[in-house]
């Protein structure tokens, strides 16, 4: 079983839409959790960050973590085509786990 | 601070051949990471390095080695390229906090 499940998509909106992404995790020794963005052709770059249960919200995105259930979430509102992007979960226990990304296109 | 960079940016190889990809930090971050990734996957970690002169394997090791020997560079190099080594390379560095930070990457093609 892989360390972290991510939902794979790939995931198409229509602009406006509201997105949840999300992805499981087997080890609960994790405790840090992070989504990064990846655009085409780019290396990712880190979108949101947490280590405790609960949400965390930044703008239009908002990460949300349920260790009891090893559930790992995150919300985007008001998608916009530039939100187009791979979304990659990730945790890290010394060096990072990362899920295989979904890739998510947003349609004006 | 130019981040991290890598190169070259593209690479076409026969089989057989061997390289060296290029990896330098300038953000005095001591951890570094190469991971591959393959088209529509996540990313797979290969060799990772604590410190000057530190190394350890990831999930993917072989066919590839690493050096580490100034904090700033982290090569990784591939001998004997086999056509399964064709993906984009990615390397990264962080600090003490968590956040990865990762360069343009590399994409190889082995022919």
């Known amino acids: 079983q892989k360390e972290v499940e991510q939902d794979p998509g790939p995931l198409s909106v229509p602009e406006g839409a509201i997105v949840s992404l999300n992805c499981t995790y087997s080890?609960?020794?994790?405790?840090?959790f992070m989504w990064y963005r990846q655009y085409s052709r780019k290396g990712p770059e880190l979108l949101m960050y947490?280590?405790?249960?609960g949400n965390k919200e930044d703008g239009r995105f908002t990460a949300q973590v349920d260790k009891s259930s090893k559930y790992i979430s995150l919300f985007i509102r008001d998608s916009q085509p530039s939100d187009s992007a791979t979304y990659l979960c990730?945790?890290?226990?010394?060096?990072?786990?990362f899920g295989d990304g979904t890739t998510l296109t947003v349609k004006p | 601070n130019a981040g991290v960079t890598q190169t070259p940016k593209f690479r076409i190889l026969k089989i057989g051949q061997s390289m060296t990809l290029q990896c330098a930090q300038d953000?005095?971050?001591?951890?570094m990471y190469w991971y591959r990734q393959d088209p529509g996957m996540g990313l797979k970690l290969i060799y990772y390095s604590v410190g000057a002169g530190i190394t350890d394997k990831g999930e993917v090791p072989n066919g590839y080695n690493v050096s580490r020997s100034t904090t700033e560079d982290f090569p990784l190099r591939l001998e004997l390229a086999a056509p399964s080594q064709t993906s984009v390379y990615f390397c990264a560095s962080r600090n003490r906090g968590d956040e990865q930070f990762f360069g343009p990457g590399t994409r190889l093609t082995v022919l």
């Open positions: 080890n609960s020794a994790f405790q840090y």
């Open positions: 990730a945790t890290n226990a010394g060096k990072s786990t």
């Open positions: 953000m005095n971050h001591n951890y």
């Open positions: 947490t280590y405790s249960s």
